[in-house]
Nanobody
């Protein structure tokens, strides 16, 4: 079983930056953290959870809404994945979730096997 704990959320003004972290612990079937694909999703009030970014080994994918502003990265030595968020907009306000996949990176939430509890990001105008 893999446990994921997000941190780094908070309140920021539009145009500002935040860096989210997701620390992973535990393992399943002897697999190391480096072999997991990791993703970030977000859910705003009254909306469905949506894909933000994913990373598998060194390959990254982003949603069109964050491309060029957000950067996902992974530190296998620290079992941690990051989401650097720049040029934040009010529409980025949401609870951000970290997820781990035994398969490859995917923009589909059902592809992920483990989820964190989420961290709130609020962007004021």
């Amino acid at each position: 079983q893999v446990q994921l704990v997000e941190s780094g959320g908070g309140l920021v003004q539009a145009g500002g930056s935040l860096r989210l972290s997701c620390a992973a612990s535990g393992r399943t079937s002897g697999r190391a953290f480096s072999t997991y694909a990791m993703g970030w999703f977000r859910q705003a009030p009254g909306k469905e959870r949506e894909f933000v970014a994913a990373i598998s080994w060194s390959r990254t994918t982003y949603s069109d809404s964050v491309k060029g502003r957000f950067t996902i990265s992974k530190d296998n030595a620290r079992n941690t994945v990051y989401l650097q968020m720049n040029s934040l907009k009010p529409e980025d306000t949401a609870v951000y979730y970290c997820a781990a996949a035994l398969g490859g990176a995917s923009p589909t939430s059902r592809s992920y096997d483990y989820w964190g509890q989420g961290t709130q990001v609020t962007v004021s105008s």
